[in-house]
């Protein structure tokens, strides 16, 4: 009885903490409709800020706590809803989502950058440490008592300030209807503000509260956040009352966990499986069965029109672009460093599994927030399956993961949107939380995944493994656009731009989906079957999808492309931390800033440099040019006149930088072609005359300089070109009176009489 | 037995009764016509025939069969359709994979025949090869009906085909359907256009406050009290 009560408090004091930060998630959700997943991460840097001033800075604790909590905190909140949050009215649910896994990615990369994880620290103390008063014959701390307080009392403010306040009322009104609040002259944008400057309060209270009953750590404190999601969920996203309740149970369901477990006849195996991951898998289990006990989500019809449109790959576009990256990596292979060929090895592993996301969110418009948990059970289907990886054991490696993932994600299935991505997340934790600790899977803590084996070709080398790889990225992209292209790809678009009408047309949504996470799910497996070294399950853990998710949005999830450019971009990424070490510490929030300006161009960057190339593609005789161009810069290299950096770099600035503005050039009046030429060419002598292998000393910096001469000479010559007058674009009245009529012409013409669209 | 029978179908939101008891039928080869002021509980009992909207209470039945409580996607394999009064394109496929997807999904024989046919019955042949999402409301509209035909439907939902259409094209429109009536199909028409309503549909039913207030041709409609009165307050 006694232990039963002990348990009783720990578990509606921990309930307490879930119930203040769930309550900031359902305040954010309501007011702008965004899911913010770094909910948890707010309180994390929250408790970070907090140790810095009180126990650092030897700040008085009360100001401490004023300091982070009514002025950080709330100006936090505020910035991101002002400069990040409110241009996503308009964007996909997937946009609006990736947008605060990218401000979850910053500040996990924040915080690491600020206080690096080796460093010695004094420790977080708890409120009143070491004091406790006694209750029923038991010693409960103080900080327990005052976390239990703390919960009473939000509940208790956001009830005075939902109901009583002119801004409370003015929030429910935006809940209901943000148009209709704003036609009746409420400010929408202000209550969001607001939302989130309490919001984010809320979190960094739960975060301080949550590090003195814990410890000051960076995962457990962001993980936090999944333990509220289920608390949230329970509430539906929109009742408060019920997501107290929803904490509180989830906090007493742990704590008596706890109490149990411990006794000699609970089970600690169950058919051969280690139950020690369980208890801390509880909150995603009940995360779980909170979503599937939710109604079936109805069909909406105007629901959000998408922004992003994608064409259909072209095949002759697609094995081109194969070919092409097969030959570009087979020729560069062997100028790279053994480092530098792991790295981009590492690249191609994630543009794999990035690319498994582009059927399923590119095409489908479902969210998944599991990727790597996939290539995590590939690896280990790889790994244990009989055949030491060759071409069969592969095969069936996929197939197996691939119908696992269909397994799985079919109770899920009825859910759409953020509940879709959240019970991904909540099988991503599961899985790594039970499935990857066991004996069975990662007995030591990593496995060795065997490298594939293909008859008469032997990989031993990180070459051959690298060229392997982009064949195998080139092959997977290839099958990507074959199903695009064919019946069920056009049914996976039609899926994401109006279930609605696709389920009145006839199409079962549900096996669509399926069909969509199996594929997924099978290319996932193949990237990490296709590993060919020692993995840790560490590797596919949740917070590691995450910017693989984030990365895809950012590259374009649309297209293969998009998935290329996404996944090297991550795994350039270490790249850059070659540099020097502050540098090191920017390439950490590195992904998170990239992601957080996703709101301006929803359809990724690759779509934005395709468009770029879209010119030139349309002349052959210019791709001649470009091609003999790239050629001749490798046949320098192969003679030895320039060394391979400068080949690189040079190779980079032809193709990105003078490549597109090759039409514009050849379109130009006569002058400005000449300085624009003539810019292209200092730029292009700069690149290939200085030998950059030993003029820098780093990959990272490099790199850099390659990004510099792109956007200086690239950007430069368009400016040029671009400012050329152009007689026919004023007016189509005048289009072949001064000169012919060309294609441009015509165009315009009949857009402007309406012919065409 | 007619195509479609609805028997009493009750739709409650909360306190508000959007569709109260209503019996409907539309038969083979005539356009039965649903009309309304705005609020009147068209739309929702258009989901609650399509299968978007579980109704409170009641049935709906399609030769005979009681389907209730089938998906939608069930619904549209026994030969149910729907167009959306906001439109619901597949607005990043093309024109003709809109129309290509409908007819994948109802597999019928000849997909790229059917498509060339439906594509030039509604006459957006030459905008085959744009993006939906690009249209003019009164193209997208056509769209809408073209993918909708392709599923081979017995029974056409016809949700306000009209708005957004210019006089040429309403029209055209009206002819389609009485050309699709003649076929033998059956289509529900909800629709503000009286010109047009009037003219293309056999029977009208008229929805005022949930409830069906009268039922007759157009003529009848025309000379009817209770309908006069909804629409113009009159008493």
Redesign the interface.
């Known amino acids: 009885m006694q232990e039963l009560l002990t348990f009783t408090i720990i578990g509606l004091s921990t309930g307490a903490i879930y119930a203040v930060v769930a309550s900031g998630l359902v305040v954010t959700y309501t007011t702008s409709g965004i899911f913010n997943l770094a909910h948890g991460a707010t309180g994390m840097l929250s408790a970070f800020t907090y140790w810095q001033l009180r126990f650092d800075w030897d700040l008085p604790a009360p100001l401490a706590l004023f300091i982070t909590l009514f002025v950080l905190c709330p100006l936090f909140g505020i910035v991101t809803e002002r400069f990040v949050m409110r241009g996503l009215q308009g964007t996909t649910e997937v946009v609006r989502l990736s947008v605060t896994v990218a401000l979850f990615a910053f500040m996990i990369g924040l915080a690491n950058w600020i206080w690096p994880n080796d460093a010695s620290r004094e420790a977080f103390l708890k409120f009143y440490e070491g004091n406790s008063i006694s209750i029923g014959g038991f010693n409960v701390s103080w900080h327990r008592l005052i976390t239990f307080g703390c919960a009473v009392v939000v509940a208790i403010i956001l009830r005075i300030v939902l109901y009583k306040t002119r801004m409370g009322v003015a929030m429910r009104a935006v809940v209901d209807d943000r148009n209709l609040t704003e036609l009746n002259g409420g400010r929408p944008d202000r209550v969001s503000m607001f939302a989130w400057g309490i919001s984010a309060s809320l979190a960094g209270l739960a975060g301080i509260l949550l590090a003195g009953d814990q410890q000051l750590n960076i995962e457990p404190l962001v993980l936090l956040v999944i333990n509220a999601y289920a608390a949230a969920i329970i509430g539906r996203l929109k009742s408060l009352p019920l997501t107290f309740l929803g904490a509180g149970l989830l906090g007493l369901l742990d704590a008596y966990y706890l109490m149990v477990s411990d006794e000699s006849w609970f089970p600690q195996t169950a058919f051969g499986f280690s139950l020690s991951g369980v208890r801390s898998a509880l909150p995603t289990i009940v995360l779980f069965i909170a979503l599937l006990a939710r109604p079936q989500s ?2 909406r ?2 629901t959000t ?2 922004r ?3 064409r ?1 790959p072209e095949w002759r576009t697609a094995i081109m672009g194969a070919v092409a990256l097969v030959v570009v990596v087979v020729g560069i292979s062997g100028m790279l460093t053994r480092s530098n060929t792991l790295l981009l090895l590492n690249g191609f592993t994630f543009a794999m599994v990035t690319l498994s996301l582009v059927p399923l969110t590119g095409y489908a418009g479902q969210m998944s927030l599991a990727p790597l948990t996939f290539a995590g059970l590939g690896a280990i289907a790889m790994s244990k399956l009989p055949g030491d990886g060759n071409l069969v054991t592969l095969v069936v490696a996929i197939a197996i993961v691939a119908i696992v993932g269909a397994i799985v994600a079919l109770p899920a299935l009825r859910l759409s949107g953020i509940y879709l991505a959240l019970a991904t997340a909540a099988f991503a934790v599961m899985v790594s939380k039970i499935v990857f600790n066991q004996r069975q899977t990662f007995q030591t803590g990593n496995i060795t995944v065997p490298v594939l084996r293909i008859p008469f070709v032997t990989i031993d080398t990180p070459r051959a493994r690298l060229i392997l790889a982009s064949v195998c990225f080139a092959i997977l992209g290839l099958i990507v656009v074959a199903v695009r292209r064919s ?1 069920l790809g ?2 996976l ?2 899926l ?3 279930p ?10 549900t096996r669509t989906k399926l069909a969509a996470f199996a594929i997924s799910a099978g290319i996932a497996a193949c990237a990490g079957a296709l590993a060919g070294d020692k993995v840790s399950p560490q590797q596919y853990e949740f917070t590691q999808s995450l910017p693989i998710v984030l990365l895809a949005v950012v590259g374009g999830v649309g297209s293969v492309a998009g998935a290329l450019f996404g996944g090297l971009l991550l795994g350039g990424n270490s790249v850059l931390a070659t540099i020097v070490p502050t540098v090191k510490n920017l390439t950490k929030i590195g992904p998170g800033t990239v992601g957080i300006t996703l709101g301006r161009n929803p359809q990724g960057a690759a779509a934005q440099i395709g468009d770029s190339f879209r010119p030139l593609i349309e002349q052959p005789r210019l791709i001649a040019v470009s091609a003999a161009g790239a050629f001749g810069i490798w046949a320098l290299d192969a003679t030895d006149v320039i060394s391979h950096w400068s080949f690189f770099v040079a190779s980079v600035v032809w193709i990105l930088a003078v490549s597109p503005n090759l039409p514009a050039l050849t379109a130009a009046a006569p002058g400005r072609r000449v300085m624009a030429g003539a810019w292209l060419t200092v730029g292009l002598v700069i690149a290939a005359g200085v030998d950059w292998s030993t003029a820098l000393d780093a990959t990272g910096k490099r790199i850099i300089l390659i990004i510099g001469l792109v956007a200086l000479f690239g950007v430069g010559a368009q400016r040029v070109v671009e400012n050329s007058p152009r007689v026919h674009s004023a007016s189509p009245d005048l289009a072949g009176l001064d000169t012919n009529f060309s294609r441009e012409d015509i165009e315009l013409a009949e857009q402007k009489i309406g012919v065409v ?1 | 037995m007619s195509l479609l029978e609805v028997r009493g179908v009750m739709v409650r939101f909360g306190g508000v009764m959007a569709v109260g008891g209503v019996d409907l039928d539309a038969e083979v080869g005539q356009v039965t016509g649903l009309i309304g002021p705005n609020g009147a509980g068209k739309t929702t009992l258009f989901n609650v025939i ?4 579980e109704p409170t209470a009641g049935q709906v039945f399609v030769s005979g069969v009681d389907i209730t409580r089938e ?3 069930r ?3 026994r030969g ?3 167009t ?3 439109l ?7 024109v003709r ?1 809109n129309v ?3 007819a ?3 597999a019928v024989p000849d997909v790229d025949g059917t498509v060339d046919t439906l594509l030039d019955k509604v006459g957006l042949s030459h ?1 085959a090869a ?2 939906a ?4 409301t009164g193209s997208a509209r056509l769209v ?1 009906i073209a ?2 035909l392709a ?1 081979m439907p017995r029974l056409l939902l016809l949700d306000e085909p009209a708005s957004g259409l210019d006089d040429s094209e309403t029209e055209r429109l009206g002819g389609l359907l009485r050309e699709l009536a003649a076929d033998g199909l059956g289509v529900l028409l909800v629709e503000h256009d009286m010109d047009l309503v009037m003219h293309v549909c056999d029977r009208i039913h008229v929805l005022d406050l949930g409830n069906i207030i009268a039922i007759g041709t157009p003529n009848e409609i025309q000379h009817d009290d209770a309908v006069l009165q909804a629409y113009l307050g009159t008493s």
Not at chain 1, 500 to 509: C, F, R, W, Y
Not at chain 2, 50 to 53: I, L
């Open positions: 109805r069909l019809v105007g029109k998408l992003e449109e994608n259909v019946r056009r049914r678009v039609a994401k731009d109006s609605a009408a696709a389920a009145t047309l006839g199409m079962s949504l669209l | 399509s299968g978007m909207q998906a939608p996607h619904r549209a394999k149910l359709a729907r959306f009064q906001r619901e394109l597949f607005s990043s496929l093309t994979d290509r997807v409908a994948e999904l109802a905008l744009s993006a999402g690009d249209l003019p809408e993918r909708a599923t």
